[in-house]
């Protein structure tokens, strides 16, 4: 039997496939650098073998699949180059992988980890479903019909894939490291909506969506009357949120689901549009929504003595203003405060004002210093620069977040793609013995 062995397993895409094909009952194992990753616990889990970097991990025999972030001279790779083994590089292996199943791929600059989260769950009710995840979950179901998966638009890694169908949640500007520009980005979504077999379910409000051309059907929902599917008479309470969906202005059904903000009342009506079209049981599919319970590091919460602590990957304004909006529909009577770390300074450079206009949205904002990346320089940019544009803004460190003490019955957002979760597992401590 094929042993197939993952360089770089812990990258959340490599760690979701690599449980999926664990449940089909192939022999996974994989490698990678000896930092501990939020990955982990779902493949230590699955009793899925996570060894050092060692070339010796090669053997003859092999299927070699190769995170996109290392290079052919890495040595793991260089020994299977050597040993003349299969080396497929991730995003080459789930387009293949894709053909066994009618495929559901999840796009657009916000929200397709928490859309693809949500779709798996609520199609899981009524068919078998197989799904990987951005936020380091797969599940491969034996005998499944679909497969639900996220496709991400960064370096174009999306083109890799001609699945059935696509949802495609928005367009905007992101990986200014990468695209040059808005029109560089539509024009990579629209090669990809032209590799969709059966169907596009694209978010209508969007004003490039609406460009989108394709040889299928183009099916758009979103709050405008326009759109094919759209949600009205939105009301929150304790429970969640509830909405009308009409279909081409006729009313169709209610649906309830146990989250806040209109970006997750958009994510639940892309998941709505696509069952309908597949003919899924409207019945499971209302149950399915509201039982769901979200996906990792989206709104993630817990408390902490009077406080209510939140992490979330948001790393852009859009989804910074979106996770802030949804705090405050929640908890509509408590302080929202901010605790941010940029990513990356490309994009800290490229939407500095941006970023500053969307914490501004909080009560009150602390920054941590900028995360950094492997593939770029730091230049003259430096957290200051940031703090400069939100008033009242404080700096916080790893060794001293006591400053958040003060904050009682509030609620904490800590966001960023980074390692973000650092600092708020160091207050959880000072929270403890305080």
Request: aromatic fraction near 12%; hydrophobic fraction near 40%; glycine fraction near 8%.
């Amino acid at each position: 039997m094929t042993v197939y062995h993952f360089v770089g397993i812990k990258g959340s895409g490599m760690s979701a496939l690599a449980q999926v094909l664990h449940d089909m009952d192939y022999v996974v194992q994989g490698s990678d650098i000896e930092k501990r990753f939020f990955t982990q616990i779902a493949l230590e889990k699955s009793g899925i073998t996570i060894l050092p970097f060692n070339e010796e991990n090669v053997q003859p025999g092999m299927t070699i699949i190769a995170g996109n972030a290392f290079p052919d001279t890495h040595p793991e790779i260089a020994r299977a180059i050597e040993l003349g083994l299969p080396i497929v590089r991730y995003h080459k292996f789930l387009g293949d992988f894709l053909k066994n199943f009618i495929s559901v791929g999840v796009t657009g600059a916000h929200g397709k980890t928490s859309t693809t989260g949500l779709l798996s769950h609520v199609m899981g009710g009524a068919k078998p479903t197989s799904f990987l995840i951005g936020d380091g979950t797969g599940k491969g179901v034996q005998g499944a019909e679909y497969f639900v998966f996220e496709a991400c638009e960064y370096r174009r890694h999306f083109l890799s894939y001609y699945p059935d169908y696509a949802i495609m949640t928005n367009i905007d500007f992101d990986h200014p490291d990468y695209y040059a520009n808005i029109e560089d980005v539509f024009q990579a979504f629209q090669q990809m909506a032209l590799q969709v077999n059966k169907g596009i379910i694209a978010c209508g409000d969007d004003e490039y969506l609406q460009r989108i051309q394709a040889k299928v059907p183009v099916i758009f929902y979103g709050f405008a009357e326009e759109n094919d599917f759209q949600a009205r008479n939105i009301a929150t309470n304790e429970q969640g949120t509830s909405f009308d969906v009409f279909v081409r202005n006729t009313f169709y059904e209610t649906f309830t689901i146990p989250s806040y903000g209109k970006h997750n009342v958009l994510n639940a009506l892309a998941v709505i549009a696509l069952c309908k079209y597949e003919n899924l049981d409207t019945d499971i599919v209302k149950e399915q929504l509201l039982s769901f319970g979200g996906v990792k590091r989206r709104f993630s919460e817990k408390h902490s003595g009077s406080q209510i602590l939140i992490d979330d990957y948001a790393h852009h304004p859009t989804e910074i203003t979106a996770t802030v909006d949804s705090a405050k529909q929640k908890y509509p009577d408590k302080e929202v405060v901010a605790v941010f770390q940029p990513h990356t300074y490309t994009r800290t450079q490229a939407f500095l004002d941006e970023f500053a206009d969307a914490l501004n949205l909080a009560d009150k904002v602390y920054l941590c210093e900028i995360f950094g990346s492997a593939r770029e320089h730091q230049g003259k940019l430096s957290i200051e620069d940031l703090q400069a544009k939100i008033p009242g803004a404080e700096l916080l460190t790893e060794d001293d977040t006591a400053p958040l003490l003060k904050h009682e019955d509030s609620v904490l957002l800590f966001m960023g793609a980074g390692d973000i979760q650092k600092f708020q597992d160091a207050y959880e401590k000072l929270a403890e013995v305080r």
